[in-house]
């Protein structure tokens, strides 16, 4: 069977994506016995006639559609993404009769109430690369779909849950082929590299769980580090490792780093750290392994407001890791987040005079939380009167403690000024 992905995102946000969670579908797909072709929006083709022109040249049997993100998380002047993405849908449908699959970290939240906004003839919540291959296997004998893991038809309830792999191994990393055509011609862009999915950290905000589930999974690192090397023979040398916690657990993180020490691979790299395992032998073998940057979400300078959020490190942790990197030559880019549950002016002051102290090459200031089903948070929002009852949260919802939404802007805009690092 002839299937065509289609990666919608066009947004970069805080750095141009590849399209890492839609080409290890389509390479499990292709693994599968299918014929496969991938087009990456991100690459500067025409959203509303590349798919048209995709169809036309490829002649797809069926069309799968990646949802990224669902909008920029930013409570002033918010951008809903899924507008262009129901666009994309659209001029497939104009263009083609063939049946259309969404799916992608962003859909996994909301599967439901996005397949209904899309218009798309069915969805696959959670891990494409199982879902995709076995839903095309029961579409090419004409048989029914509904009771696939994951699988959602318009309006009605899926008959089994979405199912995670127990172990990354099992599933197939792209080839290069597959994602190099959304890579530049410089080859300066920055490769992504999963490692793990899961988290059972439970910040109250995060959605992380719903899309990966709670249980941690691991590739190997030996075939992690044989991945990247196919890039670095083919010429690229920055990669993004797109973990949310690289260093969880840390012995794996640190077989990571000698494993591309051992292969003496000539990159540099970035990740997202976790404040509370940090130390000094990890990270001075990040350092050694060609890390040069690192982004730390520590949200909080107040230990009330950290706990609000489900934090499970202390500040003192976050200045810790903050000056081992800073020892070992690691740029560190952190991140604030405002308005929580039990947020006042007091431990937003905190928290600015906290970072302030910090020292980081870059700071990004968010005032209000995206509010996710599922998530604590969301419980709070509701219990306070502050959600409609039914309420599916795909249209973009915020969480600001009481009396700050005048004041909280207004404060970070102006701390910002005196400060070229902050972005806001």
Not at 130 to 144: H, I, N, Q, T, Y
Request: hydrophobic share 45%; with cysteine.
């Amino acid at each position: 069977m002839k299937v065509l992905f289609i990666s919608a995102n066009t947004e970069a946000l805080n750095m141009p994506v590849m399209p890492l969670g839609v080409a290890c579908v389509a390479e499990a797909t292709r693994q599968a016995g299918h014929q496969v072709a991938l087009l990456d929006l991100m690459s500067g083709k025409e959203a509303r006639t590349a798919p048209a022109d995709a169809i036309g040249s490829f002649r797809p049997a069926c069309i799968g559609v990646s949802v990224r993100n669902i909008d920029d998380q930013k409570r002033e002047a918010t951008q809903f993404l899924l507008e262009k993405v129901k666009s994309v849908v659209a001029a497939c449908r104009d263009a083609s009769s063939a049946p259309i699959v969404v799916g992608g970290a962003g859909y996994s939240i909301f599967p439901a109430s996005a397949l209904a906004y899309l218009g798309a003839d069915m969805g696959i919540a959670g891990e494409g690369e199982v879902g995709m291959p076995a839903l095309l296997a029961r579409l090419a004998e004409g048989r029914d779909v509904s009771d696939l893991p994951g699988v959602y038809l318009p309006g009605r309830v899926p008959r089994q849950p979405r199912a995670h792999c127990d172990t990354l191994d099992r599933l197939p990393l792209p080839a290069h082929d597959m994602l190099v055509s959304s890579a530049p011609q410089d080859q300066t862009t920055w490769i992504p590299v999963q490692t793990r999915r899961g988290c059972a950290l439970r910040c109250s905000y995060c959605s992380t769980p719903r899309i990966e589930g709670t249980r941690l999974r691991k590739h190997s690192p030996e075939r992690v580090v044989e991945w990247i090397a196919g890039w670095v023979a083919a010429g690229f040398k920055h990669f993004y490792f797109v973990d949310n916690t690289f260093n969880l657990p840390n012995g794996y993180a640190l077989a990571l780093c000698r494993q591309i020490i051992q292969r003496r691979l000539d990159m540099v790299w970035r990740c997202i750290l976790y404040p509370a395992t940090v130390n000094q032998e990890l990270i001075a073998a990040m350092a050694a392994a060609g890390c040069r940057s690192v982004s730390m979400g520590f949200e909080s300078g107040s230990v009330s407001v950290l706990r609000s959020l489900g934090k499970r490190f202390e500040p003192d942790q976050v200045r810790h890791a903050s000056e081992l990197c800073a020892d070992h030559g690691i740029e560190r880019m952190g991140f604030l987040l405002f308005g929580a549950p039990g947020e006042t002016r007091d431990t937003v002051e905190e928290s600015l005079a906290f970072a302030d102290g910090l020292g980081l090459e870059a700071l990004q200031l968010t005032a209000g939380i995206r509010i996710y089903p599922g998530t604590p948070l969301a419980a709070t929002a509701f219990a306070e009167g502050r959600l409609a009852a039914g309420d599916d949260l795909l249209q973009p919802r915020f969480y600001l403690a009481r009396g700050l939404a005048e004041w909280l802007p207004n404060r970070l805009r102006q701390w910002a000024r005196s400060r070229s690092y902050v972005v806001i």
